[in-house]
């Protein structure tokens, strides 16, 4: 039984986009490696022919991941977001209460994260602490480091 995932409209679009690049692009390469190394001659001593199956074997395994993945993805429609508690895809401006610091995280499916552009996992430590809080919470968060505590400053999308 796989797990349900919430996507945005970017997200899923780019996960049917690597399955058709994948479908369209990739497995043609492979098919075309596979007879060129075929026409070589005998295969049980053709490491070229080994090594485009295997390729094959692998690429056919990601797509059926990817597969998987779209089958059980959901779309959030943003319009229906309850900006009064954090929850996906809203953006979460938190206090370090330690140090002071402040920090804009937007909370998102597991495999949209990015911690450059500030998009972190619901199922990351920090996502996972701050799900369900609201404005003014103070929130204990347990991370490989210890335990640091936020206090949820604004909550918006």
Known sequence: MSQIAYYTEEGLQKLKDELVHLERVERPNIIKAISEAR???????????????????????????????????????????????????????????????????TIVAENEANLKEMKISIDSPIGKGLLGKKVGDKVDVVVPAGVIPFEIIEITL
Request: net charge neutral; proline share 0%.
């Open 39 to 105: 026409d070589k001659g005998d295969l049980s001593e053709n490491a070229e022919y080994d090594a485009a199956r295997e390729a094959q074997g692998l690429l056919e395994l990601k797509i059926g991941k990817l597969k998987e993945i779209l089958a059980n993805a959901r779309l959030i429609d943003e319009s229906q977001l309850d900006l009064s508690k954090v929850s996906i895809l809203t953006t979460v401006k938190i206090k370090n209460i330690k140090n002071g610091a402040f920090m804009k995280y």
